[in-house]
Nanobody
Framework: VQLQAFGGGLVQAGGSLRLSCAASGRTISTYGMGWFRQAPGKERDIVAAINWSGGSTYYADSVKGRFTISRDNAKNTVYLQMNSLKPDDTAVYYC?????????????????WGRGTLVTVSS
């Protein structure tokens, strides 16, 4: 499966962005999906995850109440709505697939990764 994340850009603090992750090559309807981010000099960390049906989600504490993950299996796409953005949210954002189908925060469970999209939040 190939994943392409897009929707990043430059936004002022307090603003919003919506990231999309489009999959091709096979359906992602049985996969859990995750969004991760990596800031310069830091590790790639989980942001949010969603199970195969969309009925279960996981959020990192730092984004709870501000970000929302969702999916449209008919469109083979996963989304990350990011509101009330902060400068600390600046990072490259990646989407990935989890073959277990769960909304897992464990990076090692993810097998396919897309190219990231850069989000820059100015203060």
């Amino acid at each position: 499966v190939q994943l392409q994340a897009f929707g990043g850009g430059l936004v002022q603090a307090g603003g919003s962005l919506r990231l999309s992750c489009a999959a091709s090559g096979r359906t992602i309807s049985t996969y859990g999906m995750g969004w991760f981010r990596q800031a310069p000099g830091k590790e790639r960390d989980i942001v949010a995850a969603i199970n195969w049906s969309g009925g279960s989600t996981y959020y990192a504490d730092s984004v709870k109440g501000r970000f929302t993950i969702s999916r449209d299996n008919a469109k083979n796409t996963v989304y990350l709505q990011m509101n009330s953005l902060k400068p600390d949210d600046t990072a490259v954002y990646y989407c990935a697939t989890d073959p277990t189908g769960w909304a897992s925060p464990v990076r090692s469970e993810y097998d396919y990764w897309g190219r990231g999209t850069l989000v820059t939040v100015s203060s």
